[in-house]
């Protein structure tokens, strides 16, 4: 019912967007994280290369494909074509170079990757797909966890939810937040855990994350598909021809929840950063989580990005503040209903 709720809510959204348009020229941007078949995917990261190489086709023939930079640079072009779309990535994962990249040679589609400098190399998965691993695909886990988190010590009692069936454990594989929070007590333990590292210091959430895999019996290294990109391999996506790199923090820290003189290191440190790694000025960037408060777009601006991608929903027409560009999250949606979903938000 909530499923059905939430995406009632997204089609009455994307049909004002679509009315909106009435013939003007307008741009859409395509969220993407990584090109992947992982076993467990909650927060809806992954679109497989197979769908991946469906929504390039379609975009081919229903847009003129840019970067990110070049879209917005092209929005106020005097003979610029009447539809644009740009696909980005964000994080950087090693993914990006070893799936994406070839498929999007083969469709001649450009992309922005917006990288996490800090992590650049690590040997070690993203936090949160260290958290899925612990909670949704290792079968039995000790009774109680204990964390002390930034906001203080918090206890978790997954009691007979400790230990999953192998029916259990596929349905857990399948789960997706938010959809499906209340369908296991581990999902809403993830989900719990999760909100507590995101609200932490990278140091706070690394070590919390160690803590978490500690009292799994886990190792941090995760699957080779699942760490970023080492410089090595950053440099050859951006040698292709066909990337655009833009940065997404030095340490993935929500912007808004940061003093100004910490948010401008964020965004001045990872600009730097990938400029030294890839060769290139840094001119486009990502809000991790999607968050920022008022005076976000402005420093933004101060550190010289030239526009910056937000998660809200929508499509670009007409005049629109670079600093909040509007995107389009894609799910592991086939060809056709990807199709379907470009229509509803921009027109056939």
């Known amino acids: 019912m909530k499923q059905r709720l939430i995406e009632s809510v997204r089609r009455v959204k994307r049909l004002r967007h679509r009315l909106g348009l009435f013939g003007r020229p307008h ?12 076993s467990a995917d909650p927060w809806d990261l992954s679109v497989s290369p197979q769908h991946f190489a469906e929504h390039l086709s379609v975009l081919r023939d229903w847009a003129a494909c840019r970067s990110f930079g070049d ?9 610029r074509p009447h539809r644009l779309a740009a696909v980005t990535f964000d994080d950087g994962y090693r993914d990006n170079l070893e799936s994406a990249l070839p498929l999007l040679g083969a469709h001649d589609v450009p992309a922005t990757v917006f990288v996490v400098s800090g992590v650049i190399g690590a040997p070690r998965e993203f936090w949160w797909d260290a958290l899925t691993r612990v909670f ?26 400790a230990r999953c069936a192998p029916a259990q454990m596929r349905a857990l594989a399948r789960a997706r937040f938010p959809f499906d929070a209340g369908i296991h007590p581990r999902m809403q333990v993830l989900a719990q855990v999760r909100e507590a590292l995101v609200e932490a210091s990278k140091a706070e959430a690394e070590a919390l994350a160690d803590a978490v895999l500690d009292w799994a019996g886990l190792a941090r290294s995760g699957a080779h598909g699942d760490q970023s990109m080492t410089e090595t391999e950053l440099c050859a996506l951006a040698a292709s021809g066909l990337v655009e790199i833009g940065a997404h923090t030095v340490t993935h820290r929500a912007l808004d929840q940061l003093s100004r003189p910490d948010a401008l290191d964020e965004l001045c440190g990872s600009r730097d950063a ?3 790694v890839v060769g290139r000025e840094i001119k486009s960037f990502s809000y991790p ?3 920022f408060g008022p005076d976000t ?5 101060e550190a010289g990005f030239s526009a910056a991608c937000t998660i809200i929903e929508g499509v670009a027409v007409g005049a629109i503040d670079p600093y909040r560009f509007p995107r389009i999250f894609v799910r592991n949606w086939d060809g056709d209903a990807f199709a379907r979903v470009i229509r509803d938000f921009a027109g056939p």
Request: neutral net charge.
């Open 136 to 161: 949704l695909a290792t079968p039995e886990l000790p009774e109680t966890l204990e964390l002390a988190t930034p906001a203080g010590p918090r206890i978790w009692r997954l009691g007979a939810a």
């Open 27 to 38: 741009a859409v941007a395509l969220m993407y994280h990584r090109i992947a078949t992982p």
């Open 289 to 291: 989580y999607g968050r």
């Open 71 to 79: 879209l917005v640079a092209a929005l106020d072009a005097p003979n």
């Open 297 to 301: 777009p402005g420093l933004v601006a």
């Open 274 to 276: 990938l400029r030294e």
